[in-house]
């Protein structure tokens, strides 16, 4: 761990993201010490302009809500789905896939098909769907954004299984009698973690990206306050208060590419060959 953290620091763009990520995180943890009560309260004069009151230094929105107070409290929300929705999608994808690879036979066929059938629809648009056909809210939306995340996981995992599962110390392992599940967790999926944990934290940021576009066509949770919601609301003032969906939208952007940063610092520290070639 020490070797990888000392490759990953290395990476000036991959630490940024990091401090950024770790900002961004800090202040959604803190929103209720920072701007207590509740985000959707009115308490500010209606379009108020940033910097136009010291006590509202982002302004407000139409309703005069403080947007400093959602900002905030949205990223809680949207960090909880992205971050939710990649663990049970790289999980769900890392099981599946270690499945299909180490068998293959009729389990292979029925899983890799199984995932190409939630791949020949745009991720997007099943997305909606899922929330649509259920009531919106924070588990459907996680669970819409698995459906559509895990198949490239599962698809990952088992081509690295592929090509281990006839590897000698697997070879090896079975002629010592240690039997497949014990080979697959120990042996196997040890040696899958560096694409797997790279591409789980791209799918943190599609996940955000994708719970802020279903909040943005109103199919979040009503009840919860996201940085997607936060734009809808401001969209109908771009023309007269562009600040209102530009704030939050550059939280996500901002997020969005931290966490990039993050993935791409990640796989060069895990890529033996990169590694090999930055020293």
């Given at each position: ?82 971050f939710s929705a ?42 909606i769907v899922i929330?649509?056909?259920f009531s919106p ?143």
């Amino acid at each position: 761990m020490s070797a990888l953290w000392r490759q990953f620091r290395r990476n000036r763009p991959a630490l940024a993201g990091l401090t950024i990520l770790a900002l961004v995180v800090a202040l959604g943890v803190g929103a209720p010490l920072i701007r207590p009560g509740d985000p959707w309260a009115e308490i500010a004069q209606p379009d108020l302009w940033p910097g136009e009151d010291w006590r509202f230094p982002f302004g407000s929105d139409v309703l005069g809500r403080d947007l400093l107070s959602g900002l905030l409290h949205g990223a809680r929300v949207s960090l909880v789905i992205g971050f939710s929705a990649a663990l049970v999608a790289g999980s769900l994808g890392t099981l599946t896939g270690s499945l299909a690879g180490f068998y293959g036979g009729w389990l292979d066929d029925a899983l890799m098909r199984l995932a190409e059938s939630f791949q020949t629809i745009p991720a997007f648009l099943m997305a909606i769907v899922i929330v649509a056909l259920f009531s919106p809210s924070p588990l459907t939306i996680v669970l819409s954004i698995v459906a559509v995340s895990w198949p490239g996981v599962a698809r990952l995992v088992r081509a690295e299984t592929l090509r281990l599962r006839a590897a000698d110390f697997v070879l090896a392992c079975r002629s010592f009698g240690m039997g497949d599940a014990r080979i697959i967790l120990t042996q196997i999926l040890p040696n899958c973690l560096a694409p797997v944990i790279v591409t789980i934290s791209v799918m943190v940021a599609s996940g955000i990206l994708i719970e802020a576009g279903l909040s943005f066509l109103g199919l979040g949770d009503p009840s919860q306050l996201s940085w997607g919601t936060m734009i809808a609301i401001g969209r109908g003032s771009l023309r007269s208060a562009w600040y209102m969906s530009a704030i939050p939208g550059l939280a996500i952007l901002l997020t969005v590419m931290a966490i990039n940063l993050i993935g791409d610092g990640l796989n060069d520290a895990l890529n033996p060959y990169l590694r090999d070639r930055s020293k």
